[in-house]
C-alpha cells in the first residue's frame, strides 16, 4: 500500500518561502511519478507539480512555474516542494500523491492527509 505523509506547511507572509517534504513507503516510490496537488476550500482540486524517478524529470502547473520547484531525495524516500514568493493564492492544503504518468491531468492514485498552507498579505 501507498503511504505518503506530508509536513512542512505553515503560516507565511506574502512573498515570502517554505519547503513542503512529503516522506513516502517503498511501495509508494515505485509508481511512475509523484506529485504535488492542492485543495483551497470551495474549490477544486489543482494540480501543482510531480517527479519521475531517475533520472527524474519534473513538470510544474503554468501558476507555479518560476515560482515552486519539486524534488525529491531517494535516499531519505523524500520529495520536496520548494515554494518562494508566495502569494495569497496558493493558499491551500497541499498534498503529495502517486500517478502512474508524471502529467497535470494525470489521475492521482493515492495521497496522504496534507498539509496546510496559508499565506497572508
Known amino acids: 500500500q501507498a503511504q505518503l505523509v506530508e509536513s512542512g506547511g505553515g503560516l507565511v507572509q506574502s512573498g515570502g518561502s517554505l519547503r513542503l517534504s512529503c516522506t513516502a513507503s517503498e511501495f509508494a516510490l515505485n509508481y511512475h511519478a509523484i506529485a504535488w496537488f492542492r485543495q483551497a476550500p470551495g474549490k477544486e482540486r489543482e494540480f501543482v507539480a510531480c517527479?519521475?524517478?531517475?533520472?527524474?524529470?519534473?513538470k510544474l502547473a503554468d501558476s507555479v512555474r518560476g515560482r515552486f520547484a519539486i524534488s525529491r531525495d531517494n535516499r531519505k524516500k523524500t520529495i520536496y516542494l520548494q515554494m518562494n514568493t508566495l502569494k495569497p493564492e496558493d493558499t491551500a492544503r497541499y498534498y503529495c500523491?502517486?500517478?502512474?504518468?508524471?502529467?497535470?491531468?494525470?489521475?492521482?492514485?493515492?495521497w496522504g492527509q496534507g498539509t496546510q498552507v496559508t499565506v497572508g498579505t
Open positions: 500523491a502517486t500517478q502512474n504518468m508524471c502529467a497535470e491531468y494525470a489521475p492521482f492514485l493515492s
Open positions: 517527479i519521475t524517478g531517475s533520472p527524474a524529470t519534473t
